[in-house]
């Protein structure tokens, strides 16, 4: 092969699907633990992640970010350090075979803006190019979920299954598609 000898200018890199092996790289232990199951407050936020003809998706990843139960973000929001007593604000899940994920929360309170609770949800997956962005809301009383067709408003809300439990099932695409977003700002603000 020839030497080069002058430099070409180089184009970013084509995106792929994310493959198999994300499922073993990411998780990590307490990962789905954002609050402890001792604490009062907290809940279980869980469900399962549906392909476009309605099958679970066996290899999805699931982040969830959130704010605290007065709706303030979280000063320890990341970390990957799990003491068992903290909450901190992010979580990482992955759904097991049959495609069900499930978190340890807290409820998150009303922001001080007036926005209804609700829960960042970040999946990853395979045969997506890109992660995808949605919200879990805990209420229906918010100026964005105006703004969302009626028919599609309702899946971007939990349903109560249970004290203390939560259910959001997030379909991928097809019949009862979830809403997904694009991200801007931080996350929590």
């Given at each position: 092969?020839?030497?080069?000898?002058?430099?070409?200018?180089?184009?970013?890199?084509?995106?792929?699907?994310?493959?198999?092996?994300?499922?073993?790289?990411?998780?990590?232990?307490?990962g789905?633990?954002?609050?402890?199951?001792?604490?009062?407050?907290s809940?279980?936020?869980?469900?399962?992640v549906?392909?476009?003809?309605?099958?679970?998706?066996?290899?999805?990843?699931?982040?969830?970010?959130?704010?605290?139960?007065?709706?303030?973000?979280?000063?320890?929001?990341?970390?990957?350090?799990?003491?068992?007593?903290?909450?901190?604000?992010?979580?990482?899940?992955?759904?097991?075979?049959?495609?069900?994920?499930?978190?340890?929360?807290?409820?998150?309170?009303?922001?001080?803006?007036?926005?209804?609770?609700?829960?960042?949800?970040?999946?990853?997956?395979?045969?997506?190019?890109?992660?995808?962005?949605?919200?879990?809301?805990?209420?229906?009383?918010?100026?964005?979920?105006?703004?969302?067709?009626?028919?599609?408003?309702?899946?971007?809300?939990?349903?109560?299954?249970?004290?203390?439990?939560?259910?959001?099932?997030?379909?991928?695409?097809?019949?009862?598609?979830?809403?997904?977003?694009?991200?801007?700002?931080?996350?929590?603000?």
């Amino acid at each position: 092969m020839p030497e080069r000898t002058e430099q070409t200018a180089l184009g970013q890199t084509p995106s792929q699907t994310v493959g198999p092996f994300f499922g073993y790289a990411l998780p990590y232990d307490g990962g789905p633990n954002i609050a402890s199951r001792a604490d009062p407050a907290s809940i279980r936020l869980h469900g399962i992640v549906y392909d476009g003809a309605g099958e679970p998706v066996p290899d999805a990843i699931l982040e969830l970010w959130g704010p605290d139960a007065a709706g303030s973000p979280i000063a320890e929001r990341g970390s990957l350090h799990r003491d068992g007593y903290s909450v901190t604000g992010f979580g990482r899940a992955a759904v097991d075979r049959s495609g069900h994920y499930t978190f340890t929360t807290v409820r998150p309170g009303a922001s001080a803006d007036g926005r209804a609770p609700y829960l960042l949800v970040t999946v990853f997956a395979r045969g997506l190019l890109h992660h995808l962005f949605t919200r879990a809301y805990f209420s229906d009383d918010d100026p964005f979920l105006a703004t969302v067709a009626a028919d599609r408003r309702g899946t971007l809300l939990v349903e109560q299954d249970g004290e203390r439990s939560y259910r959001f099932d997030i379909h991928l695409q097809g019949e009862g598609e979830t809403v997904f977003l694009d991200f801007v700002g931080d996350g929590c603000g």
